[in-house]
């Protein structure tokens, strides 16, 4: 006998079907495609540089900690610099040569390449470097982009650095470069260098420190003569902690003077030369090696300047003194002396120094024939030399 299916039937069916094949489908999910076994190798250096200070070019850069698929670096790993002059594209040639395998482990990194004598004589010329990074198999994902200095001579290092206080600020002195270190060796003529100059503020034992400097730092005895001029320097800031100073254009006789140093305070300088060059588009600096650091207690040793402009004007019960304003920042006032003619001893009139530049002498007694003069005080007691004086008779009333 036939039986046919009705149709609410099939879609019973049909619905319990659906319902118990879910589950399943669910069950037996794919997990997708099998992932390769990890290759362990090192992430490519991003950030390579290059500096050339002295005979030698400082690198810095940041070691991976991750591989290429995102796994965590824990142990030591070998790089190798590659070093190639007069590069003619930011990939490396076949002409690169490769330099000493080390070891880095992960974070920021460092070392020096020691050029050969053929690479710090003129003429200048493009200097690349590339970085490669290998784990323990000895495999690496490939050279970092260029990094890019220059070959030529450097400049010679400042010697006999010495800071001394100055009136306003801090004399700095140096050797002046000898012609024979100063030259090039391609050309015989002077190579061109400023001269930078690094300044640390110290705190005081009895002061606290300052807070750090906001601004951004900067993209590392006794002299044979005293120089004839010191030009002002141009400062990245006021008074931070850290400030950079370099003389303009090119200048180097030997000395400059730091406007900025404060009485008082205390300051740690480095100077070295500087040589730029530009390549193919890239301005470049060949550095001298650092000077050893020289510190500087500026103490307040200097008396204000020597007033000027004194005048004595009699009115009825007195006689008027009146000066130019002096201008030193640290001035408190002065002090005002006379003496009665034909003596040759002054008397002080002041038991505190005046603030301002004016003074009247009540004590003055008519028919009396004085001559005045007056010295200037600064904060720390410092009085400068005496004015030129003045004489002035009070009237008879």
């Not at 002295?54 to 850069?61: S, T």
């Not at 690496?140 to 990094?147: E, F, K, R, V, Y």
């Not at 040793?301 to 007195?318: D, M, T, Y």
Request: hydrophobic content about 30%.
């Amino acid at each position: 006998m036939t039986f046919e299916a009705k149709p609410h039937r099939q879609h019973l069916w049909r619905a319990l079907s659906t319902t118990l094949l879910l589950p399943l489908a669910i069950g037996c999910a794919s997990p997708g495609p099998p992932r390769p076994p990890s290759l362990h190798l090192p992430e490519v250096v991003t950030d390579l540089t290059a500096q050339r200070i002295g005979d030698h070019v400082q690198l810095h850069w940041t070691t991976p900690s991750n591989t290429t698929d995102g796994i965590n670096i824990t142990g030591t790993m070998t790089a190798q610099l590659c070093r190639e002059t007069k590069p003619t594209a930011p990939s490396p040639s076949s002409a690169c040569t490769r330099l000493p395998h080390f070891s880095v482990r992960p974070g920021p990194s460092q070392t020096i390449d020691p050029l050969p004598p053929s690479l710090t004589i003129d003429p200048v010329t493009l200097l690349a470097y590339h970085i490669e990074i290998f784990n323990a198999a000895g495999h690496s994902a490939g050279l970092s982009a260029q990094a890019l200095t220059a070959t030529g001579a450097a400049p010679p290092q400042i010697e006999h650095l010495r800071a001394t206080p100055a009136r306003v600020g801090a004399t700095l002195e140096w050797q002046s470069p000898k012609t024979s270190s100063q030259t090039s060796t391609q050309t015989g003529t002077p190579i061109p260098a400023s001269v930078e100059l690094d300044r640390i503020h110290l705190p005081n034992p009895s002061t606290p420190p300052k807070p750090p400097a906001k601004t951004p730092p900067s993209t590392a005895s006794k002299p044979t003569s005293k120089p004839a001029s010191k030009p002002p320097l141009q400062f990245s800031a006021n008074t931070p902690n850290e400030v950079h100073l370099t003389t303009k254009d090119h200048t180097d006789i030997g000395g400059t003077l730091d406007t900025t140093a404060l009485k008082g305070e205390t300051y740690t300088y480095t100077a070295q030369r500087v040589r730029t060059v530009t390549l193919d588009g890239h301005t470049l600096e060949l550095r001298s090696p650092l000077t050893p650091p020289v510190t500087l207690q500026i103490a307040d040793i200097f008396p204000p300047a020597i007033p000027a402009g004194l005048a004595a004007v009699p009115s009825a019960h007195s006689i008027d003194l009146s000066w130019q304003p002096g201008a030193d920042p640290d001035l408190v006032g002065y002090h005002v002396y006379r003496r009665s003619l034909p003596s040759q001893e002054f008397v002080r009139l002041t038991q505190t120094p005046v603030v301002g530049p004016a003074f009247s002498d009540q004590t003055a007694e008519p028919g009396h024939t004085y001559a005045y003069r007056i010295t200037a005080i600064d904060a720390t007691g410092n009085q400068s030399p005496p004015s030129t004086e003045v004489q002035e008779t009070l009237r008879e009333p």
